[in-house]
């Protein structure tokens, strides 16, 4: 079974618990720094992207896909604080009596607002070095963020709740495997095939948008077409987090885990 897994789980949502409360400043940082670590991950894989774009390859999104898993090696070994990961971690400690529920709403509240932060810093850096300044580069990333802002509110929705149901089994699944290699392995197969898929990831978005935005773009990329894409995609990954995984794993868990009542 997944108890270990799980008491894993429980362990951090109780640490990053124990963050907040000491102090919500360097919680936010925290926060702050995993997006910006999602923004490595989107500028190192739209970069490489370019370059079969450019040519019309249809090695695009697979390489793009490849390159995107540095986000979260980043995040798992930088220590940053994803909101779409703490969906299934205080969701899952709430539904074993370790956290009450409005300190989850807290907690999700101020890693969103972090990431946010994070997201629009990391943007405003990227348009400093002026690394997407011309069109060849840029061409892939537009027309992707165009896509995204266009697409139907139903299929945005259901696409997220896909989307962290994998992001969250590529932190959980990890927890189980020795070693950092298969660690490691396993982290960018699941990311690999999230983003391959097409699915939507809010904190992802948060910074392909801003990055977006702050290089020169056309009128069909705006602030409206970000709240369009992400208040759908928000609430997706939630219930991709908190049902797909956390509910269902501490209903399918139960008759193990009642043994580690403290």
């Not at 190192?44 to 090696?73: C, D, N, Q």
């Not at 802002?149 to 929705?157: D, K, Q, R, T, Y």
């Not at 298969?182 to 904190?203: N, Q, R, T």
Request: aromatic content about 18%; proline content about 3%.
């Amino acid at each position: 079974m997944e108890v270990q897994s799980l008491l894993e789980v429980e362990k951090l949502a109780l640490k990053k618990m124990k963050i907040f409360k000491q102090s919500r400043l360097r919680y936010l940082a925290r926060s702050a720094l995993a997006s910006m670590f999602i923004g490595f991950g989107v500028i190192v894989a739209f970069k490489t992207g370019s370059f079969f774009y450019a040519e019309h390859s249809p090695f695009t999104y697979p390489m793009a896909a490849l390159t995107f898993g540095a986000a979260i090696i980043l995040i798992a070994y930088g220590g940053g604080d994803l909101f779409t990961g703490n969906t299934f971690y205080f969701s899952y400690a709430a539904l074993r009596h370790k956290l009450k529920w409005l300190q989850v709403v807290k907690l999700w509240a101020t890693s969103y607002a972090g990431n946010i932060i994070g997201a629009a810093a990391f943007a405003l850096l990227i348009y400093l070095t002026g690394l997407f300044d011309a069109p060849s580069v840029n061409g892939f990333l537009l027309g992707v963020v165009e896509k995204k802002m266009n697409a139907p509110v139903m299929e945005l929705f259901f696409r997220a709740i896909l989307c962290n149901w994998l992001v969250c089994l590529a932190f959980f699944i990890p927890m189980g495997l020795k070693g950092d290699g298969p660690k490691l392995f396993a982290m960018m197969l699941f990311v690999f095939c999230f983003f391959i898929s097409g699915y939507e990831h809010s904190i992802a978005n948060m910074c392909t948008f801003a990055i977006a935005l702050v290089v020169e773009h056309p009128d069909t990329i705006s602030f409206g077409g970000v709240w369009y894409n992400l208040l759908p995609v928000t609430l997706g990954n939630m219930i991709g987090g908190a049902v797909f995984m956390a509910f269902m794993y501490h209903y399918v868990n139960k008759p193990f885990m009642d043994e580690y009542k403290e």
